[in-house]
T-cell receptor
């Protein structure tokens, strides 16, 4: 069966520091991969999605970036965090079907 | 422009009764709709989905209804249980686009 991992689970970072969140999927090949953010009291905002290695589509202009160095690995990065980057970050994958499955999430607090 | 809307931020229901969560969309190109359940500090869990070629899909206590002409879908939970208390998100996609648009969620509280 398929499994999706995210780490770390929680992170507290100062403003201006870099960020790297990692997501990996097991049990499937060539998944579509996604990064979402849920800000406090808000819905799920799609940040990036990828349909293959090296293929990244950005939905929201911001100081975040994403990379997909391997088929089942998706990384969310920032060179300098802002206070507004605080939130709950979720990685997700979808396959041949139309269902999308989420990881456990990372709670990021920028101080 | 919010293409998927959940206009009720919260809903309280007595245990054993029916919970009805609503979702509206504006994009007529959407052809697949999903419902997710989310507990605090966890990722959303897929519940049930429906294709635009159907108007109803049932899975145990969960039934999703789709009214394409009204661009409206609803999730029915019956009977409601205290463990159903969570935030419910609806989502929509157009097959082949790889993009899912989520509503803002409805917090369901099932009272014992």
């Amino acid at each position: 069966s398929q499994t999706i991992h995210q780490w770390p689970a929680t992170l507290v970072q100062p403003v201006g520091s870099p960020l790297s969140l990692e997501c990996t999927v097991e049990g499937t090949s060539n998944p579509n991969l996604y990064w979402y953010r849920q800000a406090a009291g808000r819905g799920l905002q799609l940040l990036f999605y990828s349909v293959g290695i090296g293929q990244i589509s950005s939905e929201v202009p911001q100081n975040l970036s994403a990379s997909r160095p391997q088929d089942r690995q998706f990384i969310l990065s920032s060179k300098k965090l802002l206070l507004s980057d605080s939130g709950f970050y979720l990685c997700a994958w979808s396959g041949q079907g139309d269902e999308q499955y989420f990881g456990p999430g990372t709670r990021l607090t920028v101080t | 422009d919010q293409q998927v809307k959940q206009n009720s931020p919260s809903l309280s229901v007595q245990e054993g009764r029916i919970s009805i969560l609503n979702c509206d969309y504006t994009n007529s190109m959407f052809d697949y709709f999903l419902w997710y359940k989310k507990y605090p500090a966890e990722g959303p869990t897929f519940l049930i989905s429906i294709s635009s070629i159907k108007d109803k899909n049932e899975d145990g206590r969960f039934t999703v209804f789709l009214n394409k002409s009204a661009k409206h879908l609803s999730l029915h939970i019956v009977p409601s249980q205290p463990g159903d208390s969570a935030v419910y998100f609806c989502a929509a996609t157009t097959s082949g686009t790889y993009k899912y648009i989520f509503g803002t969620g409805t917090r369901l509280k099932v009272l014992a």
